[in-house]
C-alpha cells in the first residue's frame, strides 16, 4: 500500500506518517526531513537549499524529485510509501505519477488533512519549543501557509477528482485523526 499525507504545514502529517509507519511497517517518505538531513550534513544540496528552507520557501524542484526518485525506486521501501510533504506543486504531483508508473507502483490512498490556519500557528509555535526547528518562527510559518496556499491548492484540486481521495478534519486530536485514518485504510 502506497498512502499520500496532504496538507499545509502542522497538519499533522509528519505525526501521523510515523504511526502509519510502525502500524503496517512503511516508509515515512518526508522531502522536509530529507532536505533537512542534507543541511545537517552540510552536502552540497544542504548548501544549495538552506537560504531557501530558513525562508519558508519551497526548495528547487530538480532537487527534490532526485529524493523521491531515490526513495521510489528502493526495491524494500516498494509498496511502503507515506508520502509526507510530497508532492507540493502540480509539477510534482506529476512527476510522481510518472516515476510511480515506471516503478510499477500506484497511490492507493491519498488522505488530505485540512486544518485552519489557527490551528496551525498553535501547533507550530509547540512544534518550534519541542523540535527547535530554523524554519518554525511566525514570520516563516505564514509564508510556508502562503506557499502552501498558491501553490499546493492546485494539487489538492486535482487529486480530490480522484475516487481514493479523504478529506479528515486536521483540527481534530492526533489520536482522533489516527482513528479516522484506520478507518478509512482498514490496516
Ligand atoms: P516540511 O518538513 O514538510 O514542513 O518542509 C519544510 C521545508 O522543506 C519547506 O518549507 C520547504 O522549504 C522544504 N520542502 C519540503 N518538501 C518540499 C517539496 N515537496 N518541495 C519543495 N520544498 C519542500
Redesign the pocket.
Known sequence: MNLILFGP?GAG??TQAQYLVKKFNGYQI????M??EEIQKNSEVGKK?IN??ND????N?EI?NKLIKNAVFDPDKKNKLIF??????LT?AQNLSAILKDSGQKIDFILFLNVNKDTIIKRIEKRKILENRS?DDLSTILK?YD?YMQTTKPVLEFYSKNSNFYEIDGNLKIDEITTKIEGLINV
Not at 518526508?30 to 526531513?33: I, K, P, R, V, Y
Not at 519558508?56 to 526548495?59: A, D, L, S, T, Y
Not at 509526507?84 to 506543486?89: I, K, L, Q, V
Open positions: 504545514p502529517k509528519g518526508s522531502t522536509g526531513e532536505l533537512r537549499i531557501d528552507m519558508g520557501k519551497f526548495v524542484d527534490v509526507d510533504g510530497y508532492p507540493r506543486s510534482q524554519d510556508r506557499s
